[in-house]
């Protein structure tokens, strides 16, 4: 019985102990988040990140802006997101363009992709297709 109560009284301590440690963490997110989008107000990636945020705010009741920074072939925003602090409050929305093709284009990158920049998830997809004319007699 002695042992049941130690027991139980350890469990409570190291539960107590883990439990202080979770109180503390702040729950994201706390504050406004930037959602920047390399091009400008109306394109598809703009109305993409617009409807992205608004889903966002509505979900986790808290406000995701979206700023519109086009410009260098989307350089100018994804550089903003690259050098901003990493912790989640400035995000990028963007086509592949800025993250994909111009380190290939550029020689002189004013951010590295893949050291700045963490993926979090593909938001569209847009397959392309190409159509002939059957008299043209390819497949």
């Not at 608004?54 to 700023?67: A, I, M, N, P, Y």
């Not at 602090?85 to 363009?97: H, K, R």
Request: proline content about 8%; aromatic content about 6%; glycine content about 8%.
């Amino acid at each position: 019985m002695q042992r049941a109560r130690w027991m139980a009284a350890l469990l409570c301590s190291v539960a107590a102990i883990f439990s202080f440690g979770v109180v503390a963490q702040e729950v994201w997110p706390a504050r406004p988040v930037r959602v920047v989008v390399p091009s400008s107000p109306g394109g598809g990636t703009d109305v993409f990140a617009r409807v992205l945020s608004q889903g966002l705010s509505e979900v986790l009741k808290q406000q995701f802006v979206v700023d519109n920074r086009p410009g260098g072939s989307g350089n100018i925003g994804a550089e903003i997101v690259a050098k901003a602090a990493p912790d989640g409050y400035t995000m990028l929305v963007s086509a592949n363009a800025s993250i994909a093709i111009n380190p290939v284009l550029h020689r002189k990158m004013p951010f590295d992709v893949d050291r700045d920049l963490a993926p979090v998830t593909r938001g569209v997809s847009a397959p392309l297709v190409l159509i002939v004319h059957p008299s043209l007699q390819v497949k």
